[in-house]
């Protein structure tokens, strides 16, 4: 069967809900996280939930990023494997541009209903682990955006309103700056050689701001990682309705490596990066060609996805349900294992967090690191990082190496906030590669 058949036919659930449900529930106070001086984050609360992907309709690697006013949609996807049906509801936040809750009220930021449920799920078809898929359009008949800034999705399962089980933020963009820019070899002292500086130039010919350098607020992002991401950059030069950023220090990242992959797509054939398949303990087990660390070799051009994953099966007409979960073993050879830090596999199929579930052991008969983890089958692009015992911050280059050539994406946010208003306003929005023009 289809997928649109198992969504509209026997297996799809509806759930109606009466307008006295709603209102009861719009009186009923949600606890949202982020509510307090903590910054609002894409979190997995339950162990059972996987596969969180949030895009914008049309574009499976595209950002979280609506433009205000217009029929464009973001489409939320997630796997619950408990092997039930559990009914979720959503909520949504408007935020600063921090990531910590606004003071506005739901009815000043959206339209409809503050808490609604998920109704598009669908169990999987022929996979040998279980699992529901949920799908969510934003926006739609139930929630209109009304404002620009930065939104926090939180999804909640009904039998528990005290924890959600997820949460994506997104991006309502109010159009009204033109970016342009370009990533280039970095020009300062110490940095050069591996690292990639991105000069760009804000035009605000179509606003009214009066003082740029406190009412504009400017943050970069690399791959869409937020957890390195610059902030509150400030422009070098201020003129003819230009805001010019180019900075020698503040716009810096190091350049990376490009990330490794491996294709599960076809479990009957070993595919790229992958050395055995096989069925054991009711699951399929995928193992990884042995990895050795890159840091002192020469760079290569390979094609990756900067860190994203695809799902994908090759003998499926619905990659959404008929995906098998599959356990991927991954192994990094090295001499003596690293003090003074723990090793991870990271990019989009860890959420671009270290945790326990993605940290790697040291082997010491096969010295060497392992981990596995469970996912759905698809492509997928992983780097190994390393993170210092009492500290959160995540390094990519010491063991994937780092260069000036490697191809990245650079995301630019605009955030602007006048003296007289009341939230951060989103009002520009570019992607730049630093290879690609």
Not at 12 to 41: E, N, Y
Not at 133 to 143: C, D, F, G, H, M
Not at 376 to 383: A, L, P, R, V
Not at 407 to 424: A, K, L, P
Request: charged share 25%; aromatic share 14%.
């Amino acid at each position: 069967m289809s997928y649109q058949h198992y969504r509209s036919g026997f297996y799809f659930k509806i759930i109606s809900l009466s307008l006295a449900l709603q209102l009861f529930r719009l009186m009923a106070v949600a606890v949202i996280p982020g509510d307090g001086p903590t910054p609002m984050t894409n979190t997995v609360y339950r162990e059972n939930i996987h596969t969180v992907e949030f895009f914008r309709k049309g574009w499976e690697f595209s950002q979280p990023v609506l433009d205000l006013g217009t029929d464009q949609q973001l489409i939320l996807k997630f796997d619950e494997l408990s092997g039930e049906t559990t009914n979720f509801y959503y909520t949504i936040s408007h935020c600063d541009a921090a990531w910590n809750a606004s003071r506005l009220l739901p009815s000043e930021y959206m339209e409809g209903f503050t808490d609604n449920p998920i109704n598009d799920y669908a169990p999987s078809v022929n996979t040998t682990v279980k699992y529901t898929n949920y799908q969510l359009n934003l926006p739609n008949e139930q929630v209109k955006f009304l404002i620009s800034g930065n939104y926090l999705l939180s999804v909640f399962d009904e039998a528990n309103r005290a924890t959600p089980v997820l949460t994506r933020r997104f991006y309502v963009l109010e159009p009204l700056t033109d970016i342009r820019g370009e990533v280039k070899k970095s020009t300062f002292e110490g940095y050069k050689g591996r690292d990639q500086e991105i000069d760009f130039t804000i035009d605000y010919s179509h606003m009214n701001i009066l003082d740029p350098h406190t009412e504009v607020n400017v943050l970069l992002m690399q791959n869409s990682r937020a957890d390195n991401c610059l902030t509150r950059l400030k422009p070098m030069f201020v003129r003819d309705n230009q805001l010019i950023y180019d900075l020698s220090r503040e716009n810096i990242f190091p350049g990376g490596n490009e990330f490794r992959n491996f294709d599960s797509k076809d479990l009957r054939i070993n595919g790229l990066g992958v050395i055995n398949t096989e069925f054991a303990d009711q699951v399929y087990h995928v193992t990884l060609r042995p990895d050795q660390i890159r840091r002192t070799t020469d760079y290569l051009t390979e094609n990756d996805m900067n860190g994203r994953f695809l799902v994908k099966n090759n003998r499926a007409n619905d990659p959404d349900l008929e995906s098998d979960y599959i356990q991927v073993h991954f192994s990094l050879e090295m001499a003596e294992p690293l003090s003074g830090g723990r090793i991870y596999i990271f990019g989009g199929l860890s959420d671009w967090q270290c945790l326990p579930v993605n940290e790697m052991k040291w082997n010491y008969e096969l010295k060497r690191y392992e981990g596995a983890l469970s996912v759905k089958q698809g492509f997928y692009d992983y780097q190994y990082v390393y993170v210092s015992n009492g500290d959160n911050r995540i390094d990519n280059t010491l063991l994937e190496g780092s260069h000036v050539e490697t191809e990245n994406d650079y995301q630019i946010f605009v955030y602007y906030h006048s003296f007289s208003s009341r939230y951060d306003k989103l009002v520009g929005f570019r992607t730049i590669n630093s290879v690609k023009r």
